[in-house]
Nanobody, 124 residues
Framework: QVQLVESGGGLVQAGGSLRLSCAASGRTFSTYAMGWFRQAPGKEREFVASINWFGGMTYYADSVKGRFTISRDNAKNTVYLQMNSLKPEDTAVYYC?????????????????WGQGTQVTVSS
């Protein structure tokens, strides 16, 4: 069982930056692929970024490529999402997800563990 707790969300102006963190419980964090998803009001949850168990592989949605960076610190059981050049369309609740995998996981249904989400609001 893995518990995930996101933090770092908030209100920021367009063009600004935020860094989300996701702290995971459990001693096997280093065996988990991690992902970030987001859900805006009235829209389906969408993939944002994924990172494999040791951090050597990452993958991003086209909408955030070049602006967002996913990283992890296995010693701290934490995964991060650095978000730069934020746009109003990035406004959403951001969720982190985890599951045991060697590679990347980009499909929400393939993740077993989810955090409660953190709100990111970008004003124009």
């Amino acid at each position: 069982q893995v518990q995930l707790v996101e933090s770092g969300g908030g209100l920021v102006q367009a063009g600004g930056s935020l860094r989300l963190s996701c702290a995971a419980s459990g001693r096997t964090f280093s065996t988990y692929a991690m992902g970030w998803f987001r859900q805006a009001p009235g829209k389906e949850r969408e993939f944002v970024a994924s990172i494999n168990w040791f951090g050597g592989m990452t993958y991003y949605a086209d909408s955030v490529k070049g602006r967002f960076t996913i990283s992890r610190d296995n010693a701290k059981n934490t995964v991060y999402l650095q978000m730069n050049s934020l746009k109003p369309e990035d406004t959403a609740v951001y969720y982190c997800a985890a599951d045991v995998a060697i590679g990347l996981i980009i499909t929400a249904s393939n993740y077993d563990y989810w955090g409660q989400g953190t709100q990111v609001t970008v004003s124009s």
